[in-house]
């Protein structure tokens, strides 16, 4: 039995559809899986269970990429085919089942995950995103975060200026949480981010102490991420593809937001909050593309603060009443 399943360019819109593939994996048990997915999306998914390949779709002018990838695909007879990107592709191929996301899709509202999940027609319940990790990918997490102390994780930078909180409000940040009447009183800070982003994050390595700064900046891929962020205890990221991984990995993420839509994009699992903007994101997004840097100002890093001490009283709380683990590494 062969499953197709097409998902989104974009790392944090792919996390998103995971909660349909997992839902996949369990309904047919005997398929072999092949994902098409953009480059950045594609390090998601080597470690998926009875995975036959991934296929790059690499955008072309005229939507010519969707020519390619059904050339690669239309060889092939199928027995599931999953479209996440509404695309045409899909009419086209023999497949003995689709499901296609479309336009009335999301005219329902809700969460994107929410959306996603309408596509599988009957499912219970809305499948959680996820993410598939290997022993290598945790072996190399348990040498980059050590055990012993309660690790606080960070994501904070993001590829959009518009959506990024200031760098001076996060070395604060920091500074809090870890003091003596802190969240989490000297707590590691772990800091993750790609390998040309740890000038922009220096301000903040300075605050941490040196023997409680975990380097994941540029070490490893996004499943090694993944393996270091279930070693966290907790998370706090912009909204980015990073924030959706660690709320997929089931650590308790806060995301901090502002000119994107909480209720659609937000972190998304029993252990997540967000902190957002004074401002209004629809007021916001009129913004873009009429001013330049960041939309985040009307964050205040006590709203951030209290915003996070609350996460953390609350997953605390479900996890003394049995909710299932997270970062049992302390």
């Not at 989104?8 to 819109?13: A, F, H, K, Q, V």
């Not at 598939?132 to 904070?156: C, D, M, N, Q, S």
């Not at 330049?292 to 953390?312: H, I, K, Q, Y």
Request: proline content about 8%.
């Amino acid at each position: 039995m062969k499953v197709l399943f097409v998902t989104s360019t974009r790392i944090g819109d792919a996390i998103l559809t995971t909660g349909v593939l997992s839902y996949l994996l369990e309904r047919y048990p005997q398929a072999s899986f092949t994902v098409a997915c953009g480059p950045l999306a594609a390090p998601l998914f080597p470690a998926l269970p009875r995975l036959e390949q991934i296929l790059l779709i690499h955008k072309r002018p005229y939507d010519l990429h969707w020519l390619e990838l059904w050339a690669k695909c239309a060889p092939h007879r199928w027995d599931v085919v999953v479209d996440m990107r509404s695309s045409l592709l899909s009419f086209g191929l023999f497949a003995r089942e689709r499901h296609i996301y479309q336009r009335w899709h999301r005219s329902k509202g809700g969460h994107k995950v929410e959306q996603y999940g309408r596509v599988l027609r009957d499912p219970q319940e809305t499948p959680n995103p996820r993410v598939w990790t290997t022993a290598e990918h945790h072996e190399k997490a348990r040498k980059l975060v050590p055990t012993g102390k309660p690790v606080i994780g960070f994501g904070p930078t993001t590829s959009w200026e518009g959506k990024q909180w200031p760098i001076p409000r996060y070395v604060e940040l920091v500074k809090r949480l870890i003091a003596p009447d802190g969240m989490l009183p000297g707590a590691r800070i772990a800091l993750f981010g790609t390998a040309s982003e740890r000038e922009i994050l220096r301000t903040i390595i300075d605050v941490i102490p040196p023997q409680d700064f975990v380097d994941i900046i540029g070490k490893g891929d996004l499943l090694t991420a993944a393996a270091c962020l279930q070693r966290c205890h907790f998370f706090i990221a912009n909204d980015t593809g990073l924030m959706h991984l660690a709320a997929a990995a089931g650590v308790p993420t806060l995301g901090l937001f502002g000119p994107s839509r909480k209720e659609v994009y937000g972190p998304w699992g029993e252990c997540t909050g967000v902190a957002e903007t004074a401002v209004p994101a629809e007021e916001l997004i009129s913004q873009i593309g009429r001013s330049t840097g960041t939309l985040m100002e009307s964050l205040p890093l006590e709203t951030v603060e209290a915003a996070a001490r609350a996460l953390w009283a609350r997953c605390a709380c479900q996890k003394s009443k049995g909710s299932p683990s997270w970062a049992d590494n302390s």
